[in-house]
């Protein structure tokens, strides 16, 4: 389908990667802009047929009856909008700006499997049938934070890793754990060069085995009351609450368990930057900015922001503290 309209502020393409800076900036100076001059009256029609296209998005299956995990039923700050939260992501896969929610909507989700090996017991490969019903569901309400210095409060529903890991049995040789996300270079949009270099598809993340089994580690397979939109990772992303968000792999195809610490996407772009362990810190600036404090979106319908101090751990010391003495 090919159509024309005038996007919104929030749907500017961005043909490089730019900081969350920048693209603040650039907001603030388009709203400044659209107070001022006709860009509303261009937009209006336009922009309500894109409303109408994201909420298609979000609409998917719903998941009934799952219970919210009362230890992470509420955290200092309410849940971001869903409809914020549907078209503010990164996944580079579909476009390195952050409006690649109808980009995304050509990953083919259908008959997916995810292949679980390497130094395990019990290699398994679960299909999606296996993945939604197999490990108790439950809903976690967990602070989200951006290594570019923005954050939401998300309410994610899916299993505890340490499930998993029970099940396929890592051996003793096992020490860290690779995640591999869906990858199909036609239907990849984002770039294959790009922040001087070849981009190292497919994106893989990984963490230490003691860092999976950790209570916080999380498998999503659904969002807000419903299975994941594909711009949030459908059909299983991870989730891991007190690390920078590239740590949570989208769209999950293979966890591999490994000896050694595995190379990852970003870490192998710009080690200096993205580093391995990407625990959330105030007091370890990004290179190119400080992390001590953050944006908070989430606190009312637009995208206004909210500044926050970052919290160590994005507040989950009590839990991974002990991880990294
Ligand atoms: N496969 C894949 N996973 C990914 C990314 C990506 O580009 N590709 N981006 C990461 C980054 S930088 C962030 S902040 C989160 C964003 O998750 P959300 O869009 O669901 O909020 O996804 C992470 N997982
Ligand atoms: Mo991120």
């Keep these: 389908m090919t159509f024309i309209r005038v996007p919104k502020s929030w749907e500017i393409p961005e043909r490089e990667v730019t900081s969350e800076a920048t693209y603040f900036n650039r907001r603030r100076f388009l709203k ?98 296996d993945l939604q019903k197999k490990f108790p569901l439950e809903e976690r309400i967990y602070r989200f934070r951006c290594v570019e210095a923005w954050s939401m409060v998300l309410p994610w529903i899916g299993f505890p890793m340490k499930r998993l890991m029970a099940e396929v049995e890592p051996t003793s040789k096992a020490q860290f ?19 001087g270099g070849k981009l190292p598809w497919p994106y893989t993340e990984g963490l230490s085995v003691e860092e999976m089994a950790n209570e916080l580690a999380f498998f999503a397979v659904g969002i807000y009351g419903h299975l994941l939109p594909k711009q949030h990772g459908a059909p299983i992303r991870e989730v891991i609450p007190w690390k920078y968000g590239f740590k949570g792999a989208k769209s999950i195809v293979k966890i591999e368990f490994v000896e050694s610490q595995p190379a990852t996407f970003w870490n192998t772009i710009d080690s200096h930057e993205y580093d391995f362990e990407a625990n959330v810190n105030p007091k370890k600036p990004h290179p190119r900015w400080s992390q001590a404090t953050e944006k908070f979106i989430g606190k009312g319908e637009d995208f206004s922001w909210e500044k926050r101090e970052t919290l160590l751990y994005n507040g989950y010391e009590e839990y991974v503290a002990s991880l990294y003495v």
């Design 32 to 129: 400044t802009l659209a107070g001022a001059s006709i860009l509303p009256i261009l937009g209006c029609q336009a922009s309500e047929d894109a409303d109408n296209e994201l909420e298609a998005t979000l609409n998917v299956p719903k998941l009934e009856s799952i219970k919210t995990n009362p230890a992470f039923a509420e955290v200092d700050r309410p849940i971001t909008n869903e409809l914020l939260a549907g078209r503010y992501n990164n996944y580079y896969e579909f476009g390195t700006g952050k409006s690649i929610w109808q980009a995304a909507q050509s990953l083919p989700t259908d008959s997916w499997k995810v292949e679980v090996t390497g130094l395990v017991k019990n290699p398994r490969t679960y299909d999606l049938d």
């Design 177 to 195: 754990v690779r995640f591999i996300s869906y990858d199909n270079p036609k239907i990849r949009i984002g770039p294959s060069w790009s922040l």
